[in-house]
Structure formats: structure tokens, C-alpha cells
């Protein structure tokens, strides 16, 4: 069964969260209280412009073994815009997170992260490491998206005359933004070669291409620019738990080599490079992804050594059985 519920940003924004028991998980949420026993929950956290494409599969196949919850960025999907316009940087995002953590019961997580949602999972750990099982990071990097974006800095250059632009001439860059077809941009996308067309299910990309027409176009420009000037890699040595890091090989997006170098500097890292596979690995490679996924929590996190003094969540059936 679905719930779905909204959290409180810091600054009132309204955020919105789905969420899902696994087998034995949370009994009831009542006003965001925790009642009943404590399962481990695997909360998704979505890349720039996105409302949760990327999860399509991994939502049904995650809630076999774990609680899962999803939830918008302020600003994106069903979310409301920010309460304060300035507050849309990767700390407000990671904040957002902590809120949302609290709404579904304050238990044990282990977050997921998709392209920003990964840098949004390390920021959070900088003040929010309690309760934190593990890490899985897909197709994303510690931080400055905009500097490797397709492995050069021309983005990060161009960036800001861009937002100069469209915030002089809203209306217009408004108008133009949102007349670009959604079937369109996905048969640019095949083309173009950006996802693995001989891989991949092409309506599985729509709802992101819809989603991005819609989002406040301003507001996704200042976003991405707060990302790429972000950086967790101070972080990195410092985070003592599991941490699954999963890129594909022919990421253009987020250069793959920005993977194996977060993979290393994590203490308790290992990593999935997927031959073949682009920015939308969890779309191309299903099968491969999930029973990797399950491989790290059944070994690495259930079986592991917690992170804090807290005991470990049960080991879910559906996982020992697999074991």
C-alpha cells in the first residue's frame, strides 16, 4: 500500500513524499509518527528536473525487501515552489531530506541517489548521519556537476549568461521552454545517443521529458547552477558506512571516471561500472541493478557493522532467501 504525505521544509515549502512497506515494515503513520517495529527504509532521491523516472522499477523491486519512499524537490513534481524563492541550494535540498526522514517515521535508511540526488544524499550526511545505513549513489558524482557536465567546463561557463538572459526576458524564455515537444526531445535523446536505445524502454523516458517542460525554467537554471558550484568531496573520507557507487560506462552526462573517483575515497566504497550503460542505468540495465543492489544490502548493510551504536535492521525474509 501507497501513502502519500507532505513533509515541512525549514521554510514551511510543502514536500511531498510517497511511501511504501516492504514485508514487515512500519505499521502505520499517524501526523508523521513512528509506531510499530523498525524496518530499514530505502529513500530515492532524484536528479535535477526529475520526479522520479528513474525509479519506475526499482520502486516495485526495492518493496520486496525494504520500506521505500520517494519524494519531490520544492519546486519539482508535487511539491510547491519554494516559500522563499533564494532557498533552492544543495543545503535546502539536503534540509528537505532530513524533513522528509522525520514524516516517514525517523527509522534506519539507506539513501538513494540518481544524478544531483547524489549529492544531495552526501550533503545531508554532513549534519544528518544518524540512522544512516548506507549509500547507494547511481550516474552522479561528490559535486560541480556543471564543471564535468559531458567532461568539459563549458556549461559552468555559459551558465550564468543563460540566467541573465532568461531572468531579463522570463516570459519569453518561459514560452520558448515549454513549447519543446516531449516526443521530440526523447527521439533527440536516441539520436544523439544519450541513452543505450537497443537497452532501454522508450516510454520509460516521457515522464521525465513532460516533467522538465513544466518545471519553472528560472528556477531549474539558479538550481543547477547551486549544484555546480556544490561539493561534498571533503566529505567523502569521512563517511563511515556502506556505500554502493553504480555508473555506466558511457555516461556523457556525468563523466564515469567521476565515479570511480567517489567509489575510492569512500571509506567503504566499492563500485558497479556498467558496460554500455549512460546516465539511465536503473532504466537500461534492471535486472543487473537491482540484484547488485540486493547483493550490497544483504552483505554490506544487514550484514555489516552499523554505523552508529544503534542495532542493525532485520535482515527483510525476501533478502535471506536470496542469500
Known amino acids: 500500500m501507497v501513502r502519500e504525505l507532505f513533509a515541512a521544509g525549514k521554510d514551511g515549502t510543502r514536500i511531498y513524499v510517497r511511501y511504501r512497506e516492504g514485508p514487515g515494515g512500519i505499521e502505520s503513520l499517524a501526523g508523521g509518527a513512528r509506531t510499530g517495529s523498525e524496518r530499514l527504509t530505502a529513500v530515492l532521491c532524484d536528479g535535477i528536473a526529475c520526479d522520479g523516472f528513474i525509479w519506475k522499477y526499482l520502486w516495485d523491486d526495492l518493496a520486496r525487501t525494504v520500506n521505500v519512499a520517494h519524494w519531490n524537490y520544492r519546486g519539482h513534481g508535487r511539491s510547491s515552489l519554494p516559500a522563499d524563492p533564494q532557498a533552492i541550494d544543495l543545503r535546502d535540498h539536503a534540509s528537505d531530506l532530513a524533513a522528509v526522514r522525520a514524516a ?9 541517489g540518481h544524478s544531483m540526488g547524489c549529492q544531495v544524499a552526501l550533503e545531508h550526511l554532513r549534519t544528518h548521519r544518524d540512522g544512516v545505513r548506507g549509500l547507494v ?61 537497443s537497452a532501454i524502454t522508450p516510454s520509460d523516458l516521457l515522464p521525465y521529458m513532460r516533467h522538465m517542460v513544466d518545471i519553472d525554467f528560472s528556477m531549474f537554471l539558479h ?25 555506466g560506462d558511457r555516461d556523457t552526462f556525468t563523466p564515469p571516471r567521476l565515479a570511480e573517483e567517489m567509489a ?34 544483504l552483505e554490506r548493510v544487514f550484514g555489516g557493522s552499523p554505523a552508529s551504536d544503534a542495532p542493525s535492521p532485520e535482515v527483510p525474509r525476501g533478502l535471506a532467501k536470496n542469500g
Open 137 to 197: 549513489l547511481i550516474c552522479g558524482s561528490s559535486g560541480r556537476i556543471t564543471h564535468h557536465f559531458k567532461g568539459t567546463d563549458v556549461l559552468a561557463q555559459l551558465l550564468p549568461r543563460v540566467i541573465a538572459q532568461v531572468d531579463a526576458y522570463p516570459h519569453i524564455a518561459r514560452a520558448i521552454w515549454s513549447r519543446v515537444p516531449a516526443p521530440m526531445a526523447l527521439r533527440i535523446a536516441l539520436l544523439a545517443r544519450e541513452v543505450d536505445a
Open 104 to 112: 516517514i517515521g525517523g527509522g534506519p535508511v539507506v539513501l538513494f
Open 223 to 247: 538550481m543547477l547552477q547551486s549544484a555546480g558550484e556544490h561539493s561534498a568531496a571533503d566529505l567523502l573520507p569521512r563517511i563511515d558506512v556502506p556505500a554502493l557507487v553504480i555508473a
Open 264 to 297: 575510492a575515497a569512500l571509506p567503504r566504497g566499492e563500485l558497479m561500472m556498467v558496460t554500455g550503460g549512460t546516465h539511465v542505468v536503473p532504466l537500461e540495465r534492471k535486472k543487473m541493478v537491482i540484484e547488485r543492489i540486493e547483493q550490497f544490502l
